[in-house]
C-alpha cells in the first residue's frame, strides 16, 4: 500500500493562485472518484477541506477547488491568504483490500 | 454537533498491546451507513489509515498491520475500540478517530477527535 505522491513544498505571495498535486495509480485516484483533501495546522487535528474530487463542504470558501485528471487529483488554493499556510494531504479511497491511502503531504507557505 | 475524542495510553513499552478508545456524540454507530476510522501520524511526518469499521460491523484494516489491528464497537456506549499487538516504537504517532460521511464507497473523514499521543519506549 503506497502513499500517494504530493510535493513537499508549495510557495506563494498573497493573492496568488497555488495547485498541490496529488499523484497515484489506477488502483486508487485513477479507479475512484472519491479523493479528499485535507489541511492540517501544527498540533492540530486535520480539517476536510474537499471530498469526491470537486465537493466542498459547507463552510469551505470557493477559492479553495479541486478536480481529477488520469491517475492525478489536484487542489487549487485561489487568492492565497496567509491563513492557508499548513500542511495539506490528499487522500483516496483505493478498493476493497487497501481500501484508503493518504499522501505524503505538501507545505504550503505564504510568502 | 458531532464530537469525537481518543483516550489512552500516552506511553506503552516495546512488546506491549496498545488500546485505544474513541468516544463520540452526534451520531450512533447502528445508523446505517456511519462509520469511525483510525488514522495516525508519526512526528513529523504523513497520516496513515489505520482501520475503519462500519454501522453492520464490517471492518476493515491497513494490509501491513492486519495481523496487528482489532477494532470494534460498543454502539451502547459509543465508542469504538482499536488495539495494536506487539508495538515497536515505530508506531510511536498521534492516533486520531475520525467519522466516515456516509456514502457506497470512500466517504470522507469529516469530523476528527483531537489525536492521542502514544509514545513507544522502553
Known amino acids: 500500500q503506497s502513499a500517494l505522491t504530493q510535493p513537499r513544498s508549495v510557495s506563494g505571495s498573497p493573492g496568488q493562485s497555488v495547485t498541490l498535486s496529488c499523484t497515484g495509480t489506477?488502483?486508487?485516484?485513477?479507479?475512484?472518484?472519491?479523493v479528499s483533501w485535507y489541511q492540517q495546522y501544527p498540533g492540530e487535528a486535520p480539517k476536510l477541506l474537499i471530498y469526491?474530487?470537486?465537493k466542498r463542504p459547507s463552510g469551505v470558501p470557493d477559492r479553495i477547488s479541486g478536480s481529477k485528471s488520469g491517475n492525478t487529483a489536484s487542489l487549487t488554493i485561489s487568492g492565497l491568504q496567509v491563513e492557508d499556510e499548513a500542511d495539506y494531504y490528499c487522500c483516496s479511497f483505493a478498493g476493497n483490500y487497501n481500501f484508503e491511502v493518504f499522501g505524503t503531504g505538501t507545505k504550503v507557505t505564504v510568502l | 454537533q458531532i464530537t469525537l475524542k481518543e483516550s489512552g495510553p500516552t506511553q506503552v513499552k516495546p512488546t506491549q498491546t496498545l488500546t485505544l478508545t474513541c468516544t463520540f456524540s452526534g451520531f450512533s454507530l447502528s445508523t446505517i451507513g456511519m462509520g469511525v476510522a483510525w488514522i495516525r501520524q508519526p512526528p513529523g511526518k504523513a497520516l496513515e489509515w489505520l482501520a475503519l469499521?462500519?454501522?453492520?460491523?464490517?471492518?476493515r484494516y491497513r494490509p501491513s498491520l492486519r495481523s496487528r489491528l482489532t477494532i470494534a464497537k460498543d454502539t451502547s456506549k459509543n465508542q469504538v475500540v482499536l488495539t495494536l499487538t506487539n508495538v515497536d516504537p515505530v508506531d510511536t504517532a498521534t492516533y486520531y478517530c475520525?467519522?466516515?460521511?456516509?456514502?457506497?464507497?470512500?466517504?470522507?473523514?469529516?469530523?476528527w477527535g483531537q489525536g492521542a499521543l502514544v509514545t513507544v519506549s522502553s
Open positions: 469526491d474530487v470537486t
Open positions: 489506477n488502483s486508487d485516484i485513477g479507479g475512484y472518484n472519491y
Open positions: 469499521i462500519y454501522w453492520d460491523d464490517d471492518k
Open positions: 475520525a467519522h466516515r460521511r456516509p456514502a457506497p464507497y470512500g466517504g470522507p473523514f469529516d469530523y
